[in-house]
């Protein structure tokens, strides 16, 4: 038996405007005797910046599963009432930002379903999968399409596994679901008594193992083992599928690994303390900056990051540059994780709500200011622009990543491809349209050396348009293509200007 509750959701209207981060971020415990909803909560609390526009967490006792999810942050969602009610030794944790299907409480996760024969299932997905239309028409002939008003691929999953799980068990209804979903998947599942966890035969998102005193965690970043006090195990490899329960862990392959890892993730969406693949995130972009100051020099008195992701790039540029590292600018750590609406007045302050700069610090200076990506040029026109008031006598613009001409399909919202400001421009359209004195980009290639990974292994698509993993025709993909085909609308989402991408600020920013 399972049940399922809700608090009030929140009001779409109330949310934050921009600020939330891409993609999603999942969790998962197993551990016998341990406050499992605490320690997801922490895991989440974690990757809080995978996906800040829901949160939830299901819990499972051997015997049901109680799954609660709402609109908001981690920390908004769950008090401590809350999770003390949350009893079980089996938890599944997931914090969103919709990649796929609108900003509801329905889309919110961990899915949940029920299996014909009564147990039940809840989920949570980190990606997107790309042949959605497909597995819907499975859904459809097989009737298991949601009637709680979910519209995401995730859902949709969750509903053909539990269908697999009636007559075979879910563990086996994995094996031969999974080789037929195409896309990026890391997923956390679990049943009343055994975690689950499995991911996209090329790796796209990240997912690892790690170890409790009295148990078995398994994460989207090794930083959110660290917070829970979990040892590092290894990673879930491209097409594995682990089972844990009271017998132990079990592990098999339903598909032969082709890894193409998100390069993405090394330069902008993992956090700094994670690690992928082996290799440090911020050593990887302390070292992209290091590369940028050799292949992109210039004669400066200041190396200043854009905070906070801009920082460890910086580090390497000033490093390598000899030029001295100094912080001009000052970050508000707190916007975007509010949900009180800025007025019209203060909207207008417009990039001031986030940063403010250091006079003292800018004024007579020539800066090289040191950002992590350029999507639509907005940021750093208003930023250069800032800068200059504050006193600057040049300002010279350096990007720890080449330009960003294709939007994604595995998971990140990035704008529309006519929203991208170097689909339309060149390199000295794009300086002049955000004011810069002189502007250079990293190359892919010094991108892929300070990975580590072989270039083969990585995924660059959103640089060099060469998609790893086919992408179906237009009418069938597109964040909204699910709520389209319920409005008989399917089609009207182009792929490379897909409906509702790009429609807040282009790129998410944490
Ligand atoms: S297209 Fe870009 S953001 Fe998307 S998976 Fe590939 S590298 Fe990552």
Aim: overall charge negative; glycine content about 10%; proline content about 6%.
């Amino acid at each position: 038996m399972a049940d399922q509750f809700r608090t009030g959701p929140m009001p779409v209207s109330d949310q934050p405007e921009v600020e939330p981060r891409e993609e999603c971020g999942v969790f998962g415990v197993w551990a016998p005797g341990e406050e499992v909803a605490k320690l997801t909560y922490y895991g989440l609390y974690a990757l809080q910046h995978r996906g800040q526009e829901a949160a939830g967490i299901s819990v499972a006792d051997g015997s049901q599963i109680v799954v609660f999810k709402d609109l908001g942050l981690v920390s908004q969602v769950f008090d401590e009432q809350v999770l003390s009610s949350l009893r079980g030794h089996v938890a599944v944790g997931h914090c969103r930002y919709s990649t796929t299907g609108s900003t509801t409480w329905e889309n919110a996760q961990p899915t949940f379903r029920t299996t014909a024969i009564g147990s039940g299932l809840s989920l949570g997905h980190n990606g997107n999968l790309v042949n959605t239309a497909e597995l819907r028409e499975r859904a459809v002939e097989q009737g298991l399409l949601s009637r709680n008003g979910a519209t995401t691929d995730s859902d949709l999953l969750t509903g053909l596994l539990a269908a697999g799980a009636a007559d075979k068990g879910l563990e086996q209804a994995a094996v031969e679901l999974l080789p037929t979903v195409r896309g990026a998947y890391c997923l956390v599942f679990s049943d009343e008594s055994t975690l689950y966890a499995a991911r996209d035969p090329h790796g796209v998102r990240p997912l690892v193992l790690g170890r409790l005193e009295r148990g078995w965690v398994v994460a989207s970043e090794t930083a959110a083992l660290d917070i829970v006090g979990a040892s590092f195990v290894r990673e879930v490899e491209p097409g594995e599928l682990i089972a844990i329960d009271a017998a132990g862990l079990r592990s098999s392959r339903f598909a032969t690994p082709d890894p193409k890892g998100c390069l993405f993730e090394y330069i902008y969406l993992a956090r700094p303390d994670t690690t992928i693949a082996g290799r440090s995130v911020h050593a990887t972009r302390v070292e992209i900056g290091r590369k940028l100051a050799a292949e992109q020099p210039v004669e400066a008195d200041l190396v200043v990051p854009v905070p906070e992701s801009g920082v460890p790039a910086a580090i390497g540029y000033a490093q390598a540059s000899g030029i001295p590292y100094g912080t001009a600018l000052v970050k508000n750590a707190y916007v975007g994780r509010t949900f009180i609406q800025p007025s019209q007045t203060i909207r207008q302050l417009g990039i001031r709500l986030k940063l403010n700069p250091l006079r003292d610090v800018i004024r007579g200076k020539r800066l090289v200011v040191v950002d992590d990506t350029i999507v639509r040029g907005n940021t750093q026109r208003a930023l250069v622009r800032m800068l200059r008031e504050a006193g600057a006598l040049e300002v010279h613009v350096r990007i720890a990543a080449p330009p960003i001409r294709w939007p994604c399909f595995y998971g990140i919202d990035f704008a529309s491809r006519a929203e991208l400001i170097a689909n339309g421009l060149d390199l000295d359209g794009i300086r002049r349209s955000i004011g810069a004195d002189s502007l250079g980009y990293a190359t892919l290639e010094s991108l892929i050396a300070a990975s580590e990974q072989p270039k083969t292994r990585l995924c660059s698509a959103c640089f060099t348009g060469e998609y790893p993993i086919e992408l179906p025709e237009d009418a069938l993909i597109g964040k909204h293509l699910l709520e389209g085909i319920e409005k008989g609308v399917a089609g009207a989402a182009a792929p490379l200007a897909p409906a509702g991408y790009g429609a807040e600020d282009a790129l998410r920013r944490p």
